[in-house]
């Protein structure tokens, strides 16, 4: 026997501060797009309410999750969402921003750093590889 190992079955996973990076730049534009749309200030007693924000950032994100495979914020830091067949995760994508908008999910993880909205959908963050 040679003294290689067998390859892993798990992806690399990305960092955790790529990926709180790419969560906050998200919030950011659904904070953006919310006030453009509602013609609200970002912040202050006029703001519009962070209800309509998370809404906002639901959306963007398990869309754009859902059929790219990343999001604004991922795509920016060099991240993606891949499924169990190394694609983009699909529809399991609205389950996992479901739970990733309850926050807890997100911050319990496991051994492997995967946080249990990525385990509850399949998914796995892995850093983008340049072609």
């Known amino acids: ?29 659904a904070s953006l797009t919310v ?14 309410s962070s209800w ?12 754009l999750d859902a059929t790219l495979g990343y999001s604004i914020g991922k ?8 499924g169990p067949h190394g694609g983009p995760v699909g529809v399991m994508a609205f389950l996992r921003t479901a739970l990733l908008c309850l926050v807890l999910p997100a911050i319990l993880q496991n051994s492997e750093g995967r946080g249990f909205h990525d385990i509850a ?5 892995t850093p983008m590889r340049r072609a």
Do not use: K, N, Q, Y
């Not at 006030?35 to 519009?48: D, F, K, Q």
């Not at 309509?52 to 869309?63: D, P, Y």
């Open 1 to 29: 026997m040679s003294g290689t190992s067998e390859p892993s079955t798990m992806p690399e996973i990305a960092g955790f501060g790529r990926r709180l990076l790419a969560l906050l730049i998200d919030w950011i534009v």
């Open 35 to 48: 006030a453009l749309a509602t013609g609200t200030p970002l912040a202050g007693p006029e703001a519009a």
């Open 52 to 63: 309509w924000v998370l809404f906002a950032f639901f959306v963007e994100v398990a869309i």
């Open 75 to 82: 795509r920016i830091v060099g991240i993606h969402v891949i």
């Open 121 to 125: 959908a399949g998914s796995v963050i």
